[in-house]
């Protein structure tokens, strides 16, 4: 407790007061320079800032100087505490940085360890047959002038249903098993088509193309044509006076280019209520020449790029006029190209995390 005489002149006690201040910021900064553990940094703060602290003492005894005094200690004393306050703050984040770099130095691993083969040669590490492909999909379809977008895994209602024509309660909604999330408004997307409705939001004005590759995840029975998690890659072109035409032939030329030659196709009338037309495309499975085989399904036949016209609610949900634009769109499926190139006939192996199945296709 700070106590003054009553007979000394005011312009002598704000001196002392003033030199009181100028104590106190001094031993707060011996002490806070020799505190070096989080623990005492709280003690410093207790001791001069806290409630029952230094400077809260010397407060207290302001309210006994006359108004005039007071007003510019007060000024002085406030002042004094957001300084010590500040200075309190930088010590804690120093203090915390070194324990930080402590632990990672305590807990450093050494990442760059090498596997190495029988023969004690280092293996190189080499991308996953799913990231081969998609990046091969990506020169292609840049080569063709398209961008490529990507989108979030945590999709909202709107985005994966209701934008793509897709209203809530349209039985539609079953034909793909969804992970909802607990508020039932956010879902893992069950598809890329999401990505037609934010490129469009993103680009506004047509012509454009683009493209969005990434993981999709379905609540579904897994067996050697299913997996809860795989892969696809979106493709959208809006442009004026589009036809099936040019997305026929748009098709062929893709399929011709990922294959490298010439492959067989057929299209089927499919229904998805994103596209008017819509179909099903499908090419000659490559695994078994058409004989059938567990990844066709005994038919001869790989359902792998549907496929059809955007639909004008969906071009309106993207902030595009469907009187001025038109368009196409398609999934591919990753994971079934893969299993085509490769000739793998269960796609569970391809998420199997199994180094020595995804070692064969290093590059
Ligand atoms: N999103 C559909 C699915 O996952 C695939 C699809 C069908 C995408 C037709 C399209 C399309 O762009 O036009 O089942």
Same mark, same amino acid.
Request: net charge neutral.
């Given at each position: 407790?700070?106590?003054?005489?009553?007979?000394?002149?005011?312009?002598?006690?704000?001196?002392?007061?003033?030199?009181?201040?100028?104590?106190?910021?001094?031993?707060?900064?011996?002490?806070?320079?020799?505190?070096?553990?989080?623990?005492?940094?709280?003690?410093?703060?207790?001791?001069? @800032?806290?409630?029952?602290?230094?400077?809260?003492?010397?407060?207290?005894? @302001?309210?006994?100087?006359?108004?005039?005094?007071?007003?510019?200690?007060?000024?002085?004393?406030?002042?004094?505490?957001?300084?010590?306050?500040?200075?309190?703050?930088?010590?804690?984040?120093?203090?915390?940085?070194?324990?930080?770099?402590?632990?990672?130095?305590?807990?450093?691993?050494?990442?760059?360890?090498?596997?190495?083969?029988?023969?004690?040669?280092?293996?190189?590490?080499?991308?996953?047959?799913?990231?081969?492909?998609?990046?091969?999909?990506?020169?292609?379809?840049?080569?063709?002038?398209?961008?490529?977008?990507?989108?979030?895994?945590?999709?909202?209602?709107?985005?994966?249903?209701?934008? &793509?024509?897709?209203?809530?309660?349209?039985?539609?909604?079953?034909?793909?098993?969804?992970?909802?999330?607990?508020?039932?408004?956010?879902?893992?997307?069950?598809?890329?088509?999401?990505?037609?409705?934010?490129?469009?939001?993103?680009?506004?004005?047509?012509?454009?193309?683009?493209?969005?590759?990434?993981?999709?995840?379905?609540?579904?029975?897994?067996?050697?044509?299913?997996?809860?998690?795989?892969?696809?890659?979106?493709?959208?072109?809006?442009?004026?006076?589009?036809?099936?035409?040019?997305?026929?032939?748009?098709?062929?030329?893709?399929?011709?280019?990922?294959?490298?030659?010439?492959?067989?196709?057929?299209?089927?009338?499919?229904?998805?209520?994103?596209?008017?037309?819509?179909?099903?495309?499908?090419?000659?499975?490559?695994?078994?020449?058409?004989?059938?085989?567990?990844?066709?399904?005994?038919?001869?036949?790989?359902?792998?790029?549907?496929?059809?016209?955007?639909?004008?609610?969906? &071009?309106?949900?993207?902030?595009?006029?469907?009187?001025?634009?038109?368009?196409?769109?398609?999934?591919?499926? &990753?994971?079934? &190209?893969?299993?085509?190139?490769?000739?793998?006939?269960?796609?569970?192996?391809?998420?199997?995390?199994?180094?020595?199945?995804?070692?064969?296709?290093?590059?």
């Amino acid at each position: 407790m700070v106590h003054f005489a009553a007979r000394l002149k005011p312009h002598t006690l704000v001196r002392m007061m003033f030199e009181k201040l100028k104590v106190l910021e001094e031993t707060f900064n011996c002490a806070l320079r020799d505190g070096d553990s989080e623990a005492e940094l709280a003690n410093i703060k207790a001791q001069f @800032l806290g409630r029952k602290g230094k400077l809260a003492a010397i407060l207290k005894a @302001l309210g006994q100087m006359p108004m005039e005094e007071r007003r510019e200690l007060g000024r002085a004393a406030n002042d004094l505490k957001n300084r010590l306050l500040r200075k309190w703050v930088d010590a804690r984040a120093d203090i915390e940085k070194i324990s930080i770099d402590k632990k990672l130095k305590e807990n450093w691993i050494d990442i760059s360890l090498r596997e190495r083969d029988r023969a004690g040669r280092v293996w190189e590490a080499g991308l996953h047959p799913v990231t081969i492909v998609q990046r091969e999909l990506e020169d292609i379809f840049l080569s063709m002038g398209f961008d490529i977008l990507d989108g979030p895994h945590i999709e909202d209602d709107f985005h994966n249903f209701t934008a &793509l024509n897709i209203p809530e309660s349209h039985p539609a909604r079953d034909m793909q098993d969804t992970f909802w999330f607990k508020d039932l408004k956010h879902l893992l997307r069950t598809h890329t088509s999401t990505i037609q409705i934010r490129g469009m939001k993103q680009k506004i004005k047509p012509p454009f193309r683009f493209v969005g590759p990434g993981k999709v995840f379905r609540c579904e029975a897994i067996d050697a044509s299913h997996e809860a998690v795989f892969h696809q890659m979106e493709g959208m072109l809006i442009g004026r006076s589009i036809t099936v035409a040019n997305l026929i032939y748009f098709e062929k030329v893709l399929l011709n280019e990922i294959f490298g030659k010439e492959v067989e196709i057929r299209l089927r009338p499919g229904f998805f209520p994103f596209v008017e037309p819509g179909f099903e495309l499908d090419i000659a499975c490559l695994i078994c020449h058409g004989s059938g085989c567990r990844v066709c399904k005994g038919s001869g036949w790989v359902e792998l790029l549907p496929c059809g016209m955007t639909h004008p609610n969906v &071009l309106k949900h993207g902030g595009i006029d469907p009187d001025e634009y038109n368009g196409f769109a398609f999934g591919l499926g &990753l994971d079934r &190209l893969v299993m085509m190139r490769y000739g793998i006939d269960d796609v569970r192996l391809i998420h199997s995390g199994n180094i020595d199945f995804s070692k064969q296709f290093a590059v």
